[in-house]
């Protein structure tokens, strides 16, 4: 059974909006960071925005900044990631990941310890 799994990807036009979620109700996450990498055909996982639970307190990478949001909702255990201004750049696999130790900052893919699949964005021009 999966523990975290991404939905709401899809093909879009350049400056539209998707909003990608993740359902971690497969598992138990109180307590965890979560984020959201990318990874486009023939690269690494990126990183694009983490939240931390309590605070709620967001960070994103600079190439999303003001144009994603990410959220979380604690109680229906779901993530979003809200994507507006989508650009072509922004074609990858979207995946969801869970980290628990806050020591680290959740820019970084070994900072996590559960992962989902993923989700395809596709932006076109």
């Known amino acids: 059974q999966a523990q975290l799994v991404e939905s709401g990807g899809g093909l879009v036009q350049a400056g539209d909006s998707l909003r990608l979620s993740c359902d971690a109700s497969g598992g138990s996450f109180s307590g965890y960071r979560m984020g959201w990498f990318r990874q486009a055909p023939g690269k690494g996982r990126e990183f694009v925005a983490t939240?931390?639970?309590?605070?709620?307190?967001?960070e994103y990478a600079d190439s999303v900044k003001g144009r994603f949001t990410v959220s979380r909702d604690n109680a229906k255990k779901m993530v979003y990631l809200q994507m507006n201004f989508l650009e072509p750049d922004d074609t990858a696999v979207y995946y969801c990941?869970?980290?628990?130790?806050?020591?680290?900052?959740?820019?970084?893919?070994?900072?996590?310890?559960?992962w989902g699949q993923g989700t395809q964005v596709t932006v076109s021009s």
């Open positions: 939240i931390a639970w309590g605070t709620n307190a967001a």
């Open positions: 990941a869970a980290g628990w130790n806050r020591i680290f900052t959740g820019k970084e893919a070994g900072h996590y310890d559960y």
